[in-house]
């Protein structure tokens, strides 16, 4: 599953990073920059934080509790 994601700074990232870590799923952050591991903190630091990011998580697990902990950084509709 592939969800827009909006980051505005560093502490962003800082709390994307400590939501993810939670999960035992693979969870990725892709960009133009590049793409990371959500559970790596200095992975994040390679994406630009001004370029369009996408959350991406298997498709085969429940993300409801993800989305709800993430609301803040989705972008939906």
Do not use: C
Request: zero cysteines; hydrophobic letters at 50%; a negative charge.
């Amino acid at each position: 599953m592939i969800v827009p994601i909006k980051v505005k700074d560093v502490k962003d990232i800082e709390q994307i990073n400590h939501i993810v870590s939670r999960y035992d799923f693979d969870i990725w952050i892709h960009g133009k920059s590049g793409m990371a591991d959500a559970k790596s903190i200095l992975g994040l630091f390679v994406l630009k934080l001004n370029e369009p990011l996408t959350l991406v998580v298997p498709d085969d697990v429940n993300v409801k509790k993800l989305f709800k902990e993430l609301e803040p950084f989705l972008v939906i509709g």
